[in-house]
T-cell receptor, first 115, second 113 residues
Framework: EAGVAQSPRYKIIEKRQSVAFWCNPI?????LYWYQQILGQGPKLLIQ????????DSQLPKDRFSAERLKGVDSTLKIQPAKLEDSAVYLC?????????????FGQGTRLTVV | AQSVTQLGSHVSVSEGALVLLRCNYS??????LFWYVQYPNQGLQLLLK??????LVKGINGFEAEFKKSETSFHLTKPSAHMSDAAEYFC???????????FGKGTRLHILP
């Protein structure tokens, strides 16, 4: 079974530039998560989709971050404009969806460095 | 609001010694609980999970964890540490019906030769 695919693996941009990350979840997984993991910290949920609808985006900085999941499969996360504090690893994860104890499966992440 | 607390951002044990990583949750309803491991430049890999039933859960690589409702804890243990266990470990909780997985801040495990 293929895992969660993310690209790119690494990205370096200057502040105020824009960047986009892509995620392809495990086939059949209804729930998709984007997490931000700052060095030395645990993953922080940015946004959660159930199919193509947003379930939770309460911690997404909406003035600069946006995400979409067209057709309920792939997803993109965009930052525009980027700030220095956005430097982090962005993790995409997917799960089967609402149910008892459905764990999330993670991609390898995209490491973003804003200079 | 639910939260997950991991005691100790760094833990060092000698090779062959017992590993104990602590995790406590705060939730009015016992959540589903997970331990993930993260190796450098990698995503998170599930070690084990507790949903319902037996409170002692066995996972991969010889790890196990025990859910204790009275202590709101889900500590991770391994009887004998191996050098390959050096990594960052995250405890996570998921509330039934919520689907939002909340992570602790992580514990970096160092194995001393």
């Amino acid at each position: 079974e293929a895992g969660v695919a993310q690209s790119p693996r690494y990205k370096i941009i200057e502040k105020r530039q824009s960047v986009a990350f892509w995620c392809n979840p495990i086939s059949g997984h209804a729930t998709l998560y984007w997490y931000q993991q700052i060095l030395g910290q645990g993953p922080k949920l940015l946004i959660q989709f159930q199919n193509n609808g947003v379930v939770d985006d309460s911690q997404l900085p909406k003035d600069r971050f946006s995400a979409e999941r067209l057709k309920g499969v792939d997803s993109t996360l965009k930052i525009q404009p980027a700030k220095l504090e956005d430097s982090a690893v962005y993790l995409c994860a997917s799960s089967l969806g609402r149910g008892i104890g459905t764990e999330a499966f993670f991609g390898q992440g995209t490491r973003l460095t804003v200079v | 609001a639910q939260s997950v607390t991991q005691l100790g951002s760094h833990v060092s044990v000698s090779e062959g010694a017992l590993v104990l990583l602590r995790c406590n949750y705060s939730s009015s309803v016992p959540p589903y609980l997970f331990w993930y491991v993260q190796y450098p430049n990698q995503g998170l890999q599930l070690l084990l999970k507790y949903t319902t039933g037996a409170t002692l859960v066995k996972g991969i690589n010889g790890f196990e964890a025990e859910f204790k409702k009275s202590e709101t804890s889900f500590h991770l243990t391994k009887p004998s540490a191996h050098m390959s266990d050096a990594a960052e470990y995250f405890c996570a909780a998921l509330l039934y019906g919520d689907d939002k997985i909340i992570f602790g801040k992580g514990t970096r495990l160092h194995i001393l030769p």
